[in-house]
C-alpha cells in the first residue's frame, strides 16, 4: 500500500482476534486490558456478527489510571470485580495499543494470581498485526500457558487449529471428518460450540460453549495437530517443540476445493494407514465435482473482487480459479507469506478504497457487509463473507470447506451471478 493511511479499511485489530480465540473456550472472560472504548467496540462487533449475547470485560484504564497506574491495580482490580459475580474457568487478558505504549507488564500481574485464578496473558497491541495474527498469539499463548508437555501419544486423539475465519459450522464439520476415521477431536479454540448461535436455557455472562480448559490442560498427548492457515502454522510448530516432540503436525494454508480437499484426506489415509475414506465422503467428492461442471460456464465467464483478511482471501481464490473463476483483484488487510500464493491478476494490501480504482474490472464482488456501499455505488454483484457480516442471519452456519462446503459455495456464488445478470439486464 503506497497511501500513507486507510481509507474505509478492511484490517480488523489484534485485540479483537485474541477475543474471538478466548470465546472459544468454555466459561471463559476475555479481559482486554485498554480503555472502555476498545472493548466496548468489539464487544458491538461481534453481538452483531453472531446475533448472540458476547461475554467480555474490560480493565477501563482512562487518562488518570492511565499515568499514575502501572497496570497491576487495573487488572487486579477488574478480575476481583469479575470473580464477585461469575467464576470464570479461564481469564483471557490481553492488551491494547494504550497499555502497551505504557509498557504495562501483564506477565508479572499474571503470575501474580494464577494460584487463584486460571489466567492466560497475551500481548496484542492494535498499532501492529491484525485480526488473524491477534488469534494466533492468544492461541500460542493458551498452548505454550496451558497444556501440560508430554512424552506419549494417544493414536486416537487428533487437535484442530483453526485460523481466525473459520465459521463455527466449518470447525464443526473438520471435527466430524475426523471422526469418521475413528479420531477422537478437539479444535483449539471451538467456537463451534460457543458462537454456533444456539439457544441456551439462560443467558450466561461467560462464554457460553467452547472447548473445556481440562481438555486444553490434557492436549499434550494428541498424535496429530492440524494447522488451518497460513497465520497459525507458527502454532503447530510451537506446540511440537514445546509441548510433544512426538506429535505429528499437518499444515494446510486451505482446505477449499477439489485438490486441497483431496490433500486432507490424503494426509489422514496416509497417517491412519487406510486405503479408501468412508463412503459419506466419496459421496461429497462426487457431488463437488458435479458442482464444479456445473457452475463452470457462470464463474468462468465472470471476473471477481476479493476483500478481506489474508486467510480468508487465500482459501476463496483457491476454489474460485478452481471453478475456472478469474479474480481480478484480491485485497487483503496486512503483508503476510501467503499472499503470494493467492490466485488472483492483483494481490494489494489495501482498503477499500483501492478497491474503487479496480470498478470496471469485474462483477462479482466478494467480501464483507463494508462492502455493500461499493457494490450498490457501482452495480456489483455481491456475496458476503469473513467479519463482519451484519446483514445476514445464520452466517455462522455457513460452512465453504471441504468437499460439501466447497459444493454450497459454488452454488452461492453460481446463483449471485445469475440473478446479477438479470438484474443488470432489466435496467439497462
Not at 494466533?136 to 493414536?155: D, E, G, H, Y
Not at 487465500?314 to 483483484?329: D, K, Y
Amino acid at each position: 500500500m503506497q497511501k500513507p493511511l486507510q481509507i474505509n479499511p478492511t484490517k480488523l485489530s489484534q485485540p479483537m482476534g485474541a477475543t474471538l480465540a478466548f470465546l472459544g473456550v468454555k466459561s471463559c472472560m476475555p479481559l482486554m486490558h485498554g480503555a472502555l472504548g476498545c472493548a466496548s467496540f468489539t464487544k458491538v462487533f461481534f453481538t452483531r456478527h453472531f446475533n448472540d449475547p458476547i461475554a467480555m470485560q474490560t480493565t477501563a484504564v482512562n487518562d488518570i489510571t492511565a499515568v499514575i497506574d502501572g497496570g497491576h491495580w487495573g487488572v487486579l482490580e477488574s478480575i476481583k470485580n469479575i470473580t464477585a459475580k461469575v467464576t470464570p474457568a479461564l481469564i483471557g487478558l490481553h492488551t491494547t495499543g494504550l497499555t502497551e505504549t505504557k509498557g504495562d507488564d501483564i506477565r508479572a500481574v499474571s503470575e501474580l494470581i494464577r494460584d487463584e485464578q486460571p489466567i492466560v496473558w497475551v500481548n496484542t497491541p492494535d498499532f501492529e498485526g491484525g485480526f488473524e495474527s491477534g488469534f494466533s498469539k492468544a492461541v500460542s499463548a493458551m498452548i505454550k500457558q496451558l497444556i501440560i508437555p508430554k512424552t506419549t501419544i494417544n493414536n486416537q486423539k487428533a487437535l484442530i487449529i483453526p485460523n481466525a475465519n473459520l465459521k463455527p459450522l466449518e470447525i464443526e464439520k473438520i471435527k466430524e471428518e475426523l471422526e469418521l476415521f475413528g479420531f477422537l477431536a478437539f479444535a483449539l479454540p471451538d467456537i463451534s460450540l460457543s458462537l454456533d448461535g444456539h439457544l441456551d436455557e439462560k443467558p450466561s455472562t461467560l462464554s457460553s460453549g467452547g472447548i473445556e480448559l481440562c481438555d486444553i490442560y490434557e492436549l499434550g498427548d494428541s498424535s496429530l495437530i492440524i494447522t488451518i492457515g497460513s497465520s497459525v502454522k507458527d502454532c503447530g510448530v510451537s506446540f511440537v517443540s514445546n509441548i510433544n516432540p512426538h506429535t505429528k503436525h499437518l499444515h494446510f494454508d486451505s482446505l477449499s476445493g477439489l485438490i486441497n480437499s483431496d490433500g486432507f484426506y490424503k494426509e489422514i489415509l496416509e497417517f491412519k494407514n487406510l486405503s479408501t475414506p468412508h463412503p459419506k465422503i466419496i459421496k461429497w467428492r462426487k457431488r463437488l465435482q458435479d458442482a464444479l461442471l456445473d457452475t463452470h460456464f457462470a464463474l468462468g465467464s465472470t471476473k471477481f473482487a476479493v476483500v478481506g483478511q489474508n486467510d480468508e482471501v487465500h482459501s476463496i481464490c483457491e476454489l474460485l480459479s478452481e471453478a475456472g473463476g478469474r479474480v481480478s483483484v484480491a485485497i487483503v488487510s496486512e503483508k503476510s507469506p501467503i499472499n503470494s500464493e493467492i490466485k488472483a491478476t492483483n494481490v494489494i494490501v489495501g482498503d477499500f478504497y483501492d478497491l474503487e480504482k479496480y470498478e470496471n474490472e469485474y462483477e462479482i464482488l466478494i467480501t464483507n457487509f463494508h462492502g455493500i456501499q461499493i457494490a450498490r455505488n457501482y452495480n456489483k454483484g455481491l456475496v458476503l463473507r469473513g467479519y463482519p457480516n451484519y446483514e445476514e442471519v445464520g452466517n455462522s452456519l455457513k460452512s465453504d470447506l471441504l468437499y460439501e462446503g466447497s459444493c454450497y459455495f459454488l452454488f452461492e456464488v453460481a446463483n449471485t451471478i445469475i440473478h446479477h445478470q438479470e438484474h443488470t439486464k432489466e435496467h439497462k
